[in-house]
């Protein structure tokens, strides 16, 4: 699972999006981001292309999915409340007969001035 | 609504034994996870329970309770290496797929 950019130092009110892309033909794919003592928090989901969904804190973002292989994150304004480490993660699918570990991303490290 | 709690910080001796406990509520269980997180890495994944009992896998064992809403991480023999966060993750299934909801971590600091 593979995210770009890896940094990025960007100020308050700038349109931004963070890309992931993974090469295993997974079905489900999923963006969470995690703060200090508060763990990962589950942002969008996508069960498929063209199929995404909210998490537990989706407000401030969006999600698209074209293509099986990405899933892209976009934030609209930025906000320093927006400042934190996200992950994106694949698994080979979500259904209730396949419940399956998923595979994270190295990361992108988002700081909003 | 949904809960998971686990310790935020414990320390333990190289060699020695360590559990890292996880208890939950939520609705549409479907199975419990557990992932290791070095700092400033990815999670990665050690084990998946979805019955109870004990599952063993080397040095790490992963125990869970659906009826008592808990799980316990066991890692024998500790080395240094295993200095890192342990994630807890509950997956919730509802509305036809399963969601993963983590833990806030416990840190796990291995000392010589």
């Known amino acids: 699972v593979t995210q770009n950019p890896r940094y990025l130092i960007t100020v308050t009110g700038k349109k931004l999006t963070v890309t992931c892309s993974q090469n295993m033909n997974h079905e489900y794919m999923s963006w969470y981001r995690q703060d200090p003592g508060m763990g990962l928090r589950l942002i969008h989901y996508s069960v498929g292309a063209g199929i995404t969904d909210q998490g537990e804190v989706p407000n401030g973002y969006n999600v698209s999915r074209l293509k099986k292989q990405n899933f892209l994150l976009g934030l609209e304004s930025a906000a320093p409340s927006q400042t934190s480490v996200y992950f994106c993660?694949?698994?080979?699918?979500?259904?209730?007969?396949?419940?399956?570990?998923?595979?994270f991303g190295d990361g992108t490290r988002l700081s909003i001035l | 609504g949904q809960n998971i709690d686990q310790p935020t910080e414990m320390t333990a001796t190289e060699g020695a034994i360590v559990q890292i406990n996880c208890t939950y509520q939520?609705?549409?269980?479907?199975?419990l996870f557990w992932y290791q997180q070095h700092a400033g890495e990815a999670p990665t994944f050690l084990s998946y329970?979805?019955?109870?009992g004990l599952e063993e896998k080397g040095r790490f064992s992963s125990f869970l309770s659906r009826s008592k809403g808990y799980s316990y991480l066991l890692l024998k023999e500790l080395q240094m290496k295993d200095s890192a966060s342990y994630l807890c993750?509950?997956?919730?299934?509802?509305?036809?797929?399963?969601?993963?909801?983590f833990g806030a971590g416990t840190r796990l600091a291995v000392h010589p």
């Open positions: 993660a694949s698994s080979h699918s979500a259904g209730a007969q396949g419940n399956q570990p998923q595979h």
């Open positions: 993750a509950v997956s919730s299934f509802s509305g036809g797929y399963n969601k993963l909801i």
């Open positions: 329970n979805v019955l109870d």
């Open positions: 939520t609705s549409g269980f479907n199975g």
